[in-house]
């Protein structure tokens, strides 16, 4: 039987008061985000959710402190918080065994019933060798690569890189000038150095192939990130160039943006169902959509970005496999599970990304989102099962007409069928029950 022991890349320590468990998908983990391959398409680099939510001045409540560990993954360059149970059942492989062997030995020293010590190893001995945190005795490991393929002064194409704006697992992004235009854009590149593995560099490419036809396919909508160009070069580096957005991220904005006013949020609202609403007319799917994948630009426009995920409604019906995706602070509560090793439950569709819209507005509002968790099971369980708080005023202290929380209520509730069938349903309720009832000055 096939051997296994624990990555060179995995390391588990014990915890401390200033440690800072990032995320996301493992043991007992704290949705910090799921870090974003992506740049927002502008001047700063991507800001990960913890900036986001907020979440990133929480310490580690007092619960924590006592059996639970940090598991690091070099790979992936994150850490993760995790239990004794866990720990425990990961160092049994610190040199290669059968899987057998070291349920045997589980059930000799818990003395439980055998079948149930199978059932739950099992399940999580699988989950840890598709994260290849577990790997086969012959395994060879991955040179991890951190260093950008293009630095500052170097040139792709016939574009002169100005700036690394993003530089994460397998995808960077830059800002770059065309010296012929004098015109600036992105460069999202997928970096083939940091993707040996060729399944995964792959699955990568069809997102890029994936995004550069969506965009293509919307370039007549407004609110939509353009690109210009899809360069395989020999599928060596393949790279994006794409509309540099001089703006921020619908957070920071609401964040940062001084005087800001009942009417410039609604604005905000309203261009964002606009956008949603002509993506949804078009049968498209967006499958991602949370406050870092809006962009306001220096002018209060909304802009779309990052359509990796985007899917079609005839793809969908026809069963073609798509990325799960999606921010864990937007996932609606019929997408996933509160267990740890399989979070995710639901492929996206018109009703999940209504749900993700009516979070969008509910940000606007009140500048959160209204279900918190310091690990997934806590914040899991939340989504599922809390009612969403409606304070009748929004965090600039404007009085929120009623029928606007109706429509957001209506958007994130807890039944699919309870929310709008789409984008297009919302914006048709905003412009007749708020825009005109409300007698509110968006234009």
Request: overall charge negative.
């Amino acid at each position: 039987m096939e051997k296994f022991k624990v990555s060179k890349s995995i390391t588990i320590t014990e915890i401390n008061n200033s440690v800072e468990v990032e995320e996301e998908e493992f043991g007992v983990d704290r949705p910090v985000a799921q870090q974003q391959d992506d740049a927002n398409y502008a001047e700063e680099e991507q800001q990960e959710e913890e900036d986001v939510e907020d979440e990133e001045d929480d310490d580690l409540p007092d619960k924590y402190l006592q059996g639970y560990h940090v598991l690091y993954d070099g790979v992936r360059d994150r850490e993760y918080l995790v239990t004794d149970t866990i720990k425990y059942f990961i160092d049994k492989f610190s040199f290669p065994r059968t899987k057998a062997e070291v349920l045997q030995e589980i059930g000799e020293e818990v003395k439980s019933d055998s079948q149930k010590i199978e059932e739950v190893c099992t399940a999580f001995f699988d989950f840890l060798c598709r994260r290849k945190m577990l790997v086969p005795e012959d395994y060879e490991e991955p040179v991890v690569v951190q260093n950008s393929l293009y630095k500052e002064g170097d040139t792709v194409g016939n574009l002169d890189i100005l700036k690394v704006l993003s530089n994460r697992r397998y995808v960077e992004i830059y800002l770059a000038l065309d010296k012929t235009s004098s015109n600036e854009y992105v460069i999202k590149l997928l970096n083939r150095n940091k993707t040996l593995d060729q399944s995964a560099f792959n699955d990568q490419l069809m997102m890029f192939e994936r995004e550069y036809g969506f965009l293509e396919n919307v370039s007549d909508i407004p609110g939509m990130c353009r690109v210009y160009n899809f360069n395989k070069s020999g599928q060596e580096h393949p790279y994006l160039i794409l509309e540099y957005i001089k703006g921020k991220s619908l957070h920071r904005f609401l964040k940062e943006t001084a005087n800001l006013t009942k009417k410039i949020c609604f604005r905000i609202i309203e261009e964002i169902l606009h956008a949603f609403s002509s993506l949804h007319q078009g049968k498209l799917i967006h499958g991602d959509i949370h406050s870092a994948n809006l962009m306001i630009t220096e002018d209060n426009l909304v802009k779309i970005i990052d359509m990796g995920l985007t899917v079609n409604v005839e793809e969908i019906e026809k069963n073609e496999v798509v990325k799960f995706g999606g921010v864990i602070f937007y996932m609606p509560p019929e997408r996933i599970n509160i267990t740890t090793h399989n979070k995710y439950s639901e492929k996206p569709n018109l009703y999940s990304d209504v749900y993700q819209v009516g979070l969008l507005m509910y940000l606007v509002l009140y500048n959160k989102t209204p279900f918190k968790g310091f690990i997934w099971e806590e914040l899991a369980d939340n989504i599922k099962n809390s009612e969403a708080g409606f304070p009748d005023t929004s965090f600039l202290n404007y009085k929120i007409p009623d029928r606007l929380i109706n429509i957001v209520k209506k958007c994130i509730a807890k039944n699919p069928a309870d929310r709008y069938r789409n984008a297009t349903e919302i914006l048709n309720s905003f412009e007749k029950h708020v825009l005109t009832e409300q007698n509110t000055l968006v234009n």
